[in-house]
């Protein structure tokens, strides 16, 4: 039998279609975590999984699984996909080509009557994203610790209110045909593949990236609060303005922190004063921060040195300041002997590749806590991601799933060939 190559029309029709599902007029995706979209792909792939006599299940919180069966099933799956949910103004292939190649590669291996010696699974994690609720990644941080963080269900969403714990029952529930499954059953080994959302590879004129590892991120919550008073009556000395504050202690980090080391990354994302009126001075300035490095040591520094510009600007302005941290991911470095699989299939299919560390975070960081993970990324235009303009080259879709399809064909004890 020649080389096994998947359904290419079959897997851009896929993206397509979901790409329909939550459409933004730009041409991207609103496809929040647990939001009425979000539940509408949940559907359609559980659906198109049934179609191909596939098993569907959730876990209880919410990722979903769908399961071609192996010889032995009694032996822990392979898990290959990613997630469905997007950012509010997305684009059409962060998560979700990672998952419907993860589908795509279990229809071709169906096609073909290629039969595994352990179960391939799909994985659409739940809220990668953590836009709609942070934390990011909460389905495969659930997975990989077997346990839903207590502090999860009183969540807030960020743009409706609605809490965690109903949007996540409502999740479950509009999928009533699906099996149940524990948090964190043994997995054999995780692959993902994900659009670079960076542009080396697109300049390097490269079709896949072999990820190492995944950089550290965390997220603070600065509320800095004030004196709400009168815009036209209060003098600056008498001025205990915290939006004032905020505006000193950026200005100064912004000027600190990424012009005096290329590896990091400070984004302030969402900025928000109360009451809210253009004639008073604001009683709060909140504002987030999402910080990045590939180093752990860096990050905490980082953090004292914003920890401490926030406190001096809050006291010069006659304010305080709170810094929570929403979360942090420390830096995840993916095995050797997954990657030199990785390597023989870019061999094998004449792709060539670069290997690389990922700046994004993403499911694969929480599943090599668990199991040997690793990442296939391929090309987008520009860079361009979190953004509904995201772009990917049919070519290079197809490229990524064929990629994924000869790496899972590469892991040892995986796969009997009977087709
Ligand atoms: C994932 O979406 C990230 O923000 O890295
Ligand atoms: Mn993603
Ligand atoms: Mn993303």
Not at 138 to 151: K, L, W
Not at 254 to 275: E, L, Y
């Given at each position: 039998m020649g080389q096994l190559v998947v359904n290419g029309e079959r897997l851009l029709a896929n993206l397509d279609r979901f790409a329909a599902i939550g459409a933004t007029k730009k041409g991207g995706v609103n496809r929040q975590a647990l939001t009425g979209p979000d539940r509408e792909a949940r559907r359609l792939l559980a659906q198109l999984a049934v179609e191909r006599g596939f098993s569907v299940f959730q876990d209880p919180i919410a990722n979903l699984f769908i399961c071609r069966k192996g010889r032995d099933d009694s032996l822990a799956p392979l898990l290959i996909g990613s997630h469905l949910d997007s950012q509010p103004s997305g684009g059409r292939f962060d998560g979700a080509l990672g998952t419907l190649a993860a589908f795509e590669v279990i229809e071709t291996l169906e096609d073909f009557g290629i039969e595994t010696e352990r179960p391939v699974e799909?994985?659409?994690?739940?809220?990668?994203?953590?836009?709609?609720?942070?934390?990011?990644?909460?389905?495969?941080?659930?997975?990989?610790?077997?346990?839903?963080?207590?502090?999860?269900s009183s969540l807030r969403a960020a743009d409706d209110g609605a809490e965690f714990a109903g949007e996540l029952a409502a999740t479950l529930q509009s999928l009533p045909g699906a099996g149940m499954r524990d948090l964190g059953f043994p997995v054999f080994a995780f692959l993902e593949v994900h659009i670079e959302q960076g542009p080396s590879l697109e300049k390097e004129g490269?079709?896949?990236?072999?990820?190492?590892?995944?950089?550290?991120?965390?997220?603070?919550?600065?509320?800095?609060?004030g004196q709400t008073a009168h815009a036209g009556t209060t003098a600056l000395i008498y001025r205990r303005d915290p939006f004032h504050a905020?505006?000193?202690?950026?200005?100064?980090?912004?000027?600190?922190?990424?012009?005096?080391?290329?590896?990091?990354?400070?984004?302030?994302?969402?900025?928000?004063?109360?009451?809210?009126a253009v004639n008073a001075i604001p009683q709060t300035a909140a504002f987030t921060i999402d910080l990045r490095h590939p180093s752990s040591e860096?990050?905490?520094?980082?953090?004292?040195?914003?920890?401490?510009?926030?406190?001096?600007?809050?006291?010069?302005?006659?304010?305080?300041?709170?810094?929570?941290?929403?979360?942090?991911?420390?830096?995840?470095?993916?095995e050797a002997g997954i990657l030199s699989a990785l390597?023989?299939?870019?061999?094998?299919?004449?792709?060539?590749?670069r290997r690389m560390l990922s700046g994004a975070f993403h499911d694969a960081l929480f599943m090599n806590r668990v199991a040997p993970s690793a990442m296939i990324f391929v090309p987008c235009r520009d860079g361009l991601s979190h953004n509904e303009a995201e772009h990917v080259e049919p070519e290079h879709s197809v490229a990524g799933c064929n990629m994924l399809l000869a790496a899972i064909l590469q892991l040892p004890s995986l796969v009997i060939v009977t087709g």
């Open positions: 799909v994985v659409a994690f739940t809220n990668e994203e953590g836009c709609r609720f942070a934390p990011g990644c909460m389905g495969s941080t659930a997975f990989a610790s077997r346990t839903i963080p207590s502090g999860w490269l079709p896949i990236g072999i990820v190492t590892g995944i950089q550290g991120t965390r997220w603070l919550e600065v509320t800095l609060s905020a505006v000193n202690a950026l200005g100064s980090l912004f000027a600190a922190i990424m012009p005096s080391d290329p590896a990091a990354r400070f984004t302030v994302g969402r900025i928000a004063v109360q009451p809210g860096r990050l905490d520094e980082m953090e004292e040195k914003i920890r401490a510009v926030v406190h001096d600007a809050a006291s010069a302005q006659g304010c305080e300041a709170t810094i929570r941290q929403m979360f942090d991911m420390p830096p995840a470095n993916f390597d023989r299939a870019a061999q094998e299919r004449g792709f060539a590749t």
